[in-house]
């Protein structure tokens, strides 16, 4: 992958170049699964500090172009957080597109849970084998693993079935006795 850095009215010195290679190297870490180029261009007109920057993927593409009237420094940070965000609703658009192409795969959106209460688990002429005390049914939405968690903190539940939007698998993640949180995911 090229990285092409330049500048125009601007002579880039070593630690703004060091820091614009960085942050991208983190987006496309993160965010980009497939780019073939990136182009910044820092420019500088009166006293304004502008940075575009354009990353050629194979998927999408995704431009970005800021502006700051304090300092270089100032109008990377807002590109780099400008491109995040367009990023991350170029990723979802394309996820969801291909969601909905009919594979052949089907979707879970309701699954049986059996909860057993532990007073009844076990009746006493039955050779003490376990028996389903309650049902309930679980709607199964798409989140991330982060709104899961926040879901739980916020829910009375010890836990919270989802279907991962970075998997799209159906996961679990609960509460431990330790007050951190556990997940459960498939491998199949």
Not at 152 to 170: A, W
Request: glycine share 4%; net charge neutral; proline share 3%.
């Amino acid at each position: 992958m090229a990285t092409e850095i330049s500048g125009r009215n601007y002579e880039i010195p070593a630690n703004v170049r060091d820091l614009v290679e960085k942050k991208l190297a983190k987006i496309q870490e993160r965010l980009f699964d497939d780019v073939i180029d990136v182009r910044v261009v820092l420019q500088v007109e009166k006293y304004r500090n502008i940075c575009e920057v354009i990353i050629v993927g194979k998927e999408h593409d995704v431009k970005a172009v800021q502006e700051s009237g304090d300092s270089m420094q100032d109008a990377i940070n807002l590109t780099i957080d400008h491109l995040k965000r367009q990023a991350q609703k170029n990723r979802k658009k394309i996820r969801d597109h291909h969601r909905r192409d009919g594979n052949g795969r089907q979707n879970v959106t309701e699954w049986a849970v059996q909860v057993l209460e532990p007073g009844n688990l076990r009746e006493t002429g039955d050779h003490n084998r376990p028996r389903i005390i309650k049902t309930n049914n679980l709607a199964i939405r798409p989140m991330s693993i982060e709104e899961a968690a926040l879901r739980l903190d916020d829910s009375k539940n010890e836990f919270i079935v989802f279907r991962d939007i970075d998997t799209d698998k159906v996961s679990v993640i609960y509460k431990r006795r330790d007050n951190n949180l556990g997940l459960i995911a498939p491998e199949f």
